[in-house]
């Protein structure tokens, strides 16, 4: 994510002066006990009843334990985290992704799991334990939280904003590479110097691994981006910004920066996630007219973000967190969880392995195809031994019909190490591309 080491920085720094606060968590000495449960922007027409009906039942399964769910926005979430961090009021149980989390781990504010509660380890994949389990020159070896989901996305588009700066994108073959976007800029730039940005600004790590840069030694013990491949990427964006494609406001942006941006008609390419045309269409209606998408952009492979759900060791409850975060993230709940996102542009993704949703054969289903669309799926074994039901259709008012299908997929190619996270889910990732005309509002199925 686009900041992630300043944010670290600042981060420990705080948290390391407020290690010892107490936690979130309350009881009122009958034997009883509150947890604060927090996720990151699901709380929404997809997952609210979801989540409210997993809370219900779990206060059912485990009378005298009650569960107050809080659901932070998208925007500055690490810098959420941050505060809660250093003020000693961290929820319980935290939705976060490994950047944030290593850096909470090290101030040793989240519970090391994997001592806890190794069992827990034979509930997921190996590959997902793994991604999940991190280490340090500051930090113990440990997992530092329950695997839960993948994430990703396609890239957003704004067309009247290529146009209006001389760019016209052929939608049957749209940019799908980093090259792609670095040839726009003098094109770009000479139409459009300062008014528009290109794309974000600073690159982040993650940009490096999708570029082809190799990011660390075989031995995962040094980073290696500071050679000839990684020089070759910092300068494309030294010529992006000679060439004007950049505002000086993305020099300094954020992910949510981006996403503001975007969302203001002021930048051509956004990467975003399933949320992204919700969000579009709701609070900025004059962009969405002018949506188009397609694939991540990416020279190798596209980044995966995992989100995992971790427990605050200083949690006054601990053991009644972790037996709440493990409810959320069993097979049984993770299924349901990604059977609610069957209709997206990207679904999300479980990492369970031991339910009888165990594989019997290589499968995907494809519930709810509204062409035209295009999309990705990872998965990573956690699939049911027959086809789910079909689920409501992702119809928008322009289509008529939703069709339900499944087809066998081969195995494709796993992602390549040198993106962030791809040794972790090289394994056993399967990749599934269905392409069409790209998404916009007189012509393709929007995520609903």
């Given amino acids: 994510m686009k900041g992630t080491f300043k944010k670290a920085v600042a981060l420990g720094s705080a948290i390391a002066l407020v290690g010892g606060l107490a936690a979130c968590g309350s009881s009122s000495g009958d034997g009883t006990a509150e947890l604060k449960f927090q996720t990151w922007n699901l709380k929404n027409e997809k997952f609210t009843d979801y989540f409210e009906g997993l809370i219900d039942q779990f206060e059912k399964e485990n009378p005298g334990i009650t569960i107050k769910w809080v659901d932070q926005p998208a925007d500055n979430y690490e810098d959420k985290l941050s505060t809660d961090a250093a003020a000693g009021e961290l929820p319980d149980v935290v939705d976060m992704g490994p950047e944030p989390a290593y850096t909470l781990a090290s101030a040793g504010i989240l519970l090391n799991l994997a001592d806890a509660v190794p069992e827990a380890e034979d509930d997921f994949l190996p590959a997902a334990w793994d991604a999940a389990t991190l280490k340090g020159t500051d930090l113990e070896e440990g997992t530092y939280g329950f695997p839960w989901y993948l994430n990703s996305g396609p890239t957003f588009y704004n067309k009247a904003v290529l146009e209006e700066c001389g760019i016209t994108v052929d939608p049957n073959d749209p940019p799908t590479k980093q090259d792609d976007i670095f040839a726009m800029a003098d094109t770009f730039g000479s139409n459009c110097g300062g008014k528009y940005a290109l794309t974000s600004g600073i690159p982040s790590i993650q940009d490096f691994g999708m570029y082809g840069v190799e990011l660390m030694n075989k031995d995962h013990t040094e980073f290696t981006f500071n050679n000839a491949k990684g020089v070759e990427f910092v300068q494309h964006y030294i010529d992006m910004y000679n060439a004007g494609a950049f505002t000086d406001d993305m020099l300094n942006s954020s992910t949510s920066g981006e996403s503001k941006s975007f969302n203001g008609g002021t ?41 995992m759900l971790t427990v605050n060791a200083t949690s006054k409850h601990q053991e009644e967190a972790i037996k709440f975060a493990r409810f959320v993230t069993n097979s049984d709940n993770q299924l349901d969880s990604t059977r609610r996102r069957t209709c997206s542009r990207l679904r999300r993704v479980p990492l369970t392995t031991n339910s009888s949703t165990r594989p019997t054969i290589p499968w995907t289903p494809k519930p709810c195809v509204c062409p035209p669309i295009r999309f990705a799926t990872v998965r990573f074994g956690a699939r049911p031994s027959s086809p789910p039901p079909a689920p409501p259709c992702c119809v928008r008012k322009s289509l008529k019909r939703c069709k339900a299908r499944s087809r066998p997929r081969k195995r494709l190619t796993p992602p390549s190490s040198t993106a962030t996270n791809g040794s972790n889910y090289g394994k056993r990732s399967e990749i599934k591309e269905a392409r069409g005309q790209g998404l916009t509002p007189g012509g393709a199925g929007t995520e609903q």
């Fill in 267 to 307: 930048q051509a390419f956004m990467n975003g996630n399933a949320y992204s045309v919700d969000d579009i269409r709701k609070n900025a209606p004059k962009v969405f007219e002018n949506l188009a998408i397609t694939d991540f952009i990416a020279n190798t492979k596209p980044n995966m973000f995992m989100e």
